[in-house]
């Protein structure tokens, strides 16, 4: 159960740390070309999931 704790804080630390530093910084990334590439990121992710690949599964022939 800590490890859950301490992972939720991480991902928040990182996350508010993030934001922070890209909103002082003016990129050359609008922000909906940074959404996205988190929903396709987020896609991929998901079809990962659900189809159970692996870098083994993709490169064996």
């Known amino acids: 159960?800590?490890?859950?704790?301490t992972t939720l804080a991480v991902?928040?630390?990182?996350?508010g740390s993030a934001a922070f530093l890209?909103?002082?910084?003016?990129p050359a990334i609008t922000a909906d070309?940074?959404?996205g590439f988190g929903v396709v990121a987020a896609l991929l992710?998901?079809?990962?999931l659900e189809y159970r690949?692996?870098?083994k599964s993709?490169?064996?022939r």
């Open 1 to 5: 159960m800590k490890i859950d704790f």
């Open 11 to 15: 991902t928040l630390g990182l996350t």
């Open 22 to 26: 890209l909103s002082r910084v003016h």
């Open 33 to 35: 070309s940074l959404v």
């Open 45 to 48: 992710a998901m079809a990962a």
């Open 53 to 55: 690949l692996s870098w």
């Open 58 to 60: 993709l490169t064996r």
